[in-house]
Every structure is written in structure tokens, then in C-alpha cells.
């Protein structure tokens, strides 16, 4: 069965420090992979995803994330953060055949102190 | 355009009580889903339906009931709710690729 991992729990930053957030997942097929974003109050929004091509993927508000496929790893990048980037991290995968159930991370609190 | 409705946004039931959790979205989605998330344990999956007329079991099925009753909506039913199930409900649904779109939630406490 797939899984995913996502060691960081609570992470405090401020603002304009680099953002690391570390996703693993396991899972021997092709995969798709996510990551959402659920601001204080609201619902999950769809970050950035990947499925095939390009391993860097590019996404909203100046995030990003690496495939990299040897270490089943799909971790989300900042070059610098905001106050309002204060949100809790969801990865996610799937397998990119047949049905796409998507298993999700726990998630990271991402704190950012202005 | 809507995208993913919930009704209700907040529900407090006592123990043994039963509700109805309705879900509907407006993008022609084929596949609809209900999770719940608990601090600490991220997204599981309750149920699923890949399309209109069929519905599986996700990770955690138990104590939960679902109804897929047209393309548009798919409804998640506690018929004894146990303090257990409190938990934030949200529904999602997606079109053919994997992308889902998320509801606002629904917050329930059974007491």
C-alpha cells in the first residue's frame, strides 16, 4: 500500500527565511504527486502537482518542489517566506494507473512570525 | 460556479444520534470522496466513488455510510454517531486525473 511521510510537524520561520518542507512517499509503481495547502479556517488548495516531464515543478505564490525519483522524495520550496504563507502542508500521492485514490501526508504546520 | 458545496458547516450530536452529510459540486465530476481530518493524522479517506452508481471504502469505513445519488452529489451518513467521529468532515471530487477539489468542511462533535 502506498504511504506518505512528512517528518516535519510544526516548522517557525520568519518571514523572508528559505522553506524546506520534506515529503516521502512509498510506493514502486508511477506515482502523481501533490501538495495542498489549507489556510487557518479554509479549506485544501492545490499547490502545485506532478505527473510526468519536468521534475522541478513550479507552482502558486512562488512555491516549488523536486521530484526526485531515486529517493522518493517530492519536497516543497521557498525561496523566501511571507507571514501569509502561514498555513498547514499536505503531500500527497497516487498512483498515475487505473483509479486514482490519493493518500495524503499528516501535514506540516508552517508558522511564519512577521 | 460553486465547485464543492457542504452542508451543514457545523454539527453537535449527542452519542447514538444519526445525520446525513451532503455534499454536492457543479464541474461534472466523475469521481467524489469523503475524508475526515483529525489533528496529527492528516486526510483519510472514509469512502469514495469513482463515478456515478458506485462506492468503495476508503481507510476508515467503519460507523459511516455513503450514497452517490447522481453525478452531482454523494451524501456520507453516521447512523450512530460515536464521540470518535468528531472529527472536520470535508468532501472533495475530481474530473479524470487525480487533482481534487476540496469543500469547505463540515466541523462535527458528537457528545
Known amino acids: 500500500a502506498q504511504s506518505v511521510s512528512q517528518h516535519n510537524h510544526h516548522v517557525i520561520l520568519s518571514e523572508a527565511a528559505s522553506l524546506e518542507l520534506g515529503c516521502n512517499y512509498s510506493y514502486g509503481g508511477t506515482v502523481n504527486l501533490f501538495w495542498y495547502v489549507q489556510y487557518p479556517g479554509q479549506h485544501l488548495q492545490l499547490l502545485l502537482k506532478y505527473f510526468s516531464g519536468d521534475p522541478l515543478v513550479k507552482g502558486i505564490k512562488g512555491f516549488e518542489a523536486e521530484f526526485i525519483k531515486s529517493k522518493f522524495s517530492f519536497n516543497l520550496r521557498k525561496p523566501s517566506v511571507q507571514w501569509s504563507d502561514t498555513a498547514e502542508y499536505f503531500c500527497?500521492?497516487?498512483?498515475?494507473?487505473?483509479?486514482?485514490?490519493?493518500?495524503f501526508g499528516t501535514g506540516t504546520k508552517l508558522q511564519v512570525i512577521p | 460556479n460553486a465547485g464543492v458545496t457542504q452542508t451543514p458547516k457545523f454539527q453537535v450530536l449527542k452519542t447514538g444520534q444519526s445525520m446525513t452529510l451532503q455534499c454536492a459540486q457543479d464541474m461534472n465530476h466523475n469521481s467524489m470522496y469523503w475524508y475526515r481530518q483529525d489533528p496529527g493524522m492528516g486526510l483519510r479517506l472514509i469512502y469514495y466513488s469513482a463515478s456515478e452508481g458506485t462506492t468503495d471504502k476508503g481507510e476508515v469505513p467503519n460507523g459511516y455510510n455513503v450514497s452517490r445519488l447522481n453525478k452531482r452529489e454523494f451524501s456520507l451518513r453516521l447512523e450512530s454517531a460515536a464521540p470518535s467521529q468528531t472529527s472536520v468532515y470535508f468532501c472533495?471530487?475530481?474530473?479524470?486525473?487525480?487533482?481534487?477539489?476540496f469543500g469547505p468542511g463540515t466541523r462535527l462533535t458528537v457528545l
Open positions: 500527497a500521492v497516487t498512483n498515475s494507473g487505473g483509479y486514482q485514490k490519493v493518500t
Open positions: 472533495a471530487s475530481s474530473k479524470d486525473y487525480p487533482e481534487q477539489f
